[in-house]
């Protein structure tokens, strides 16, 4: 007989590499929430500073410094030797404003690993599942940032063919702080970007948890709602080849 194949024991099918802020503790739970028998979800974390954000400027410095920890992070969760990379961080994805900008942000976390790996941006994955719902025009933004961020969604979102209507930006005192909030104010943060034109609600902000309240607003709101940890962590493992379905994190999982 012929060895047997070694793989990891619980990891069997895919090892996701995952890079996200220090600050963040939202990504890890709501990714191992979502996470597929045979799958495992190894961090690299961005080193920053709980940095102070209370306007455009100090949030812009908090980007700029997940984007110097960037490297480091992706040099870290390689030597577990993953099978697939996530960006688990969305601000960073649409930080450069433009299509380009994503593919360049791609390469680097391609040319950083060493070796030919896949990954998944958040854009990756807003831009299929608006695909995949048939969006046409007209979708909504509710995030944790301030207004600086506009001019970076209007820019990737007018590539891809999308007019937001509204923004909600929450204004997190600092990045560990996103995340500090009630069920109440999440469903309330959803329901005030909620418009009988627009056609689908996305939630950005990777420290803000709204995998599960997405998929309870998708009923009470009868539309399409994204959470981005949802929809990145969706896109992973579907460009992986994982496609297994099942409910509780919005109609992506249950029926793509």
């Given at each position: 007989?012929?060895?047997?194949?070694?793989?990891?024991?619980?990891?069997?099918?895919?090892?996701?590499?995952?890079?996200?802020?220090?600050?963040n503790?939202v990504?890890q739970?709501e990714?191992d929430d979502?996470?597929?028998?045979?799958?495992?979800?190894?961090?690299?974390?961005m080193?920053?500073?709980?940095?102070?954000?209370?306007?455009?400027?100090?949030?812009?410095?908090?980007?700029?410094l997940?984007d110097?920890?960037?490297?480091?992070?992706?040099?870290?969760?390689?030597?577990?030797e993953?099978?697939?990379?996530?960006?688990?961080?969305?601000?960073?994805?649409?930080?450069g404003?433009?299509?380009?900008?994503?593919?360049?942000?791609?390469?680097r976390?391609?040319?950083?690993?060493?070796?030919?790996?896949?990954v998944?941006?958040?854009v990756?994955?807003?831009?299929?599942?608006?695909?995949?719902?048939?969006?046409?025009?007209?979708?909504?933004?509710?995030?944790?940032?301030?207004?600086?961020?506009?001019?970076?969604m209007?820019?990737?979102f007018?590539?891809?063919?999308?007019d937001?209507?509204?923004?909600?930006?929450?204004?997190?005192?600092?990045?560990a702080?996103?995340?500090h909030?009630?069920?109440?104010?999440?469903?309330?943060?959803?329901?005030?970007?909620?418009?009988?034109?627009?056609?689908?609600?996305?939630?950005?902000?990777?420290?803000?948890?709204g995998?599960?309240?997405?998929?309870?607003?998708?009923?009470?709101?009868?539309?399409?709602?994204?959470?981005?940890?949802?929809?990145?962590?969706?896109?992973?493992?579907?460009s992986?080849?994982?496609?297994?379905?099942?409910?509780?994190?919005?109609?992506?999982?249950?029926?793509?």
């Amino acid at each position: 007989m012929g060895e047997l194949a070694v793989v990891d024991y619980l990891g069997y099918r895919a090892k996701m590499g995952v890079t996200t802020p220090s600050t963040n503790t939202v990504v890890q739970p709501e990714y191992d929430d979502m996470r597929p028998p045979g799958v495992t979800n190894h961090l690299g974390r961005m080193h920053i500073q709980n940095i102070d954000t209370v306007d455009d400027s100090s949030f812009d410095k908090s980007i700029e410094l997940i984007d110097a920890g960037l490297d480091g992070a992706v040099e870290r969760v390689m030597t577990c030797e993953p099978d697939y990379l996530v960006l688990g961080i969305s601000a960073l994805s649409v930080w450069g404003g433009t299509l380009a900008s994503v593919e360049d942000l791609r390469k680097r976390m391609k040319d950083r690993a060493g070796r030919d790996i896949g990954v998944t941006l958040a854009v990756d994955g807003v831009r299929e599942a608006l695909k995949l719902h048939g969006i046409k025009k007209k979708i909504s933004i509710v995030e944790p940032y301030y207004k600086t961020i506009e001019p970076k969604m209007e820019g990737i979102f007018g590539e891809l063919g999308y007019d937001i209507v509204k923004y909600n930006h929450l204004q997190g005192k600092s990045p560990a702080t996103y995340c500090h909030l009630t069920d109440e104010q999440i469903v309330n943060a959803f329901k005030d970007i909620d418009d009988p034109s627009v056609e689908c609600l996305v939630q950005f902000g990777a420290n803000l948890p709204g995998a599960r309240i997405a998929d309870e607003a998708e009923r009470w709101l009868g539309k399409p709602v994204i959470s981005i940890n949802v929809v990145t962590y969706w896109h992973a493992l579907r460009s992986f080849g994982i496609k297994d379905q099942f409910r509780g994190f919005t109609s992506l999982f249950s029926k793509f």
